[in-house]
């Protein structure tokens, strides 16, 4: 990963821009707040030999998705369609 990131970097230009890097480090690997220290369980539950994803509730999760693609209200896929058969694209 910390290959990939360096690449990224370069790529854009970014890669001795220090103070960025620095946030980005404490975003994801900071103490209390950051991204990966609050996944640890969760990575390493995914390592078990036993392990299968129908294993945790993911309920809460799939219904913000369906929420997010399919409501009427602001669903983007149901705006999407709505959109396109509004103009008569098929």
Do not use: C
Not at 56 to 66: G, K, M, N
């Amino acid at each position: 990963m910390a290959y990939f990131q360096t690449r990224l970097l370069a790529a854009d230009g970014q890669l001795f821009n220090v103070r960025q890097n620095i946030k980005g480090f404490r975003f994801l690997f900071g103490y209390k707040k950051g991204l990966f220290p609050k996944l640890i369980p969760q990575f390493f539950d995914f390592f078990r030999k036993d392990f299968h994803p129908s294993q945790h509730d993911t309920t809460a999760l799939l219904e913000q998705w369906r929420t997010l693609l399919f409501s009427k209200d602001e669903g983007i896929l149901y705006q999407q369609v709505k959109n396109k058969a509004a103009v008569g694209l098929h």
